[in-house]
């Protein structure tokens, strides 16, 4: 059963409690979810988490708020909105619903390459995420409605080869540029290529663009 003990600070601890003391036996699973909110609402009304609830899709569903997802495909909605990138990158519009906290999002078939982002329209910068197992994580606001381009801003076709892409916060009139790590000890011949739909530096498969190397 669960056992509810209210400490001095305040906080409220939830474990397990048996007969025989806090002891499992080896090997035993104990499958369980946890959601942790903080609610801006000092009556705490049941409307208000009746609606966080259907928001975020805890039911299963996929009706909590109006998205679309144009490029790439959609795999689930419950608490994560859960998108897969298509060729490294996704396209989704999504909003407009009000929430107690962003969205949280995750974008499977992103390389952890180290150029890993989220574009905003309107925003008109790269947020680089954290990318993990093949997955990258953010959260976006989507109280007024959003289109987010998420994926890597570059790809590769050598996945050991590492990526920085420099572009914000420059001083005025520096141009980006890509930074681009060879882990190994012999010389390596690739190609780089942006994402057809991605901000900036995107394009159709076959185009190209001039790097210069100073120094």
Known sequence: HWARQRGDNGRLYIGFETPEGNVLEAGTEIPYRFLFATVNDTTVSPDLMADTAAAYNLDGGADGYPFEVE????????????????????????GPRDMIC?????????EDNGCAAVWVDGEDYFRFVAVSDGTAWCQQQIDPAVRLWAGNVFLCDDDAVRMTLVMNGQAEGK?????????GDEAISVTIRSPEHTPVFGGPAGDSVMVGLGG
Request: avoid cysteine; charged fraction near 25%.
């Open 71 to 94: 490029v790439g495909t959609f795999e689930d909605a419950e608490f994560f909105f859960t998108a897969r990138a298509d060729a490294g990158e996704a396209v989704i519009d999504i």
């Open 102 to 110: 962003d969205l949280p999002i995750r974008v499977r078939g992103v």
């Open 175 to 183: 141009q980006p540029f890509l930074e681009v790590h060879n882990p």
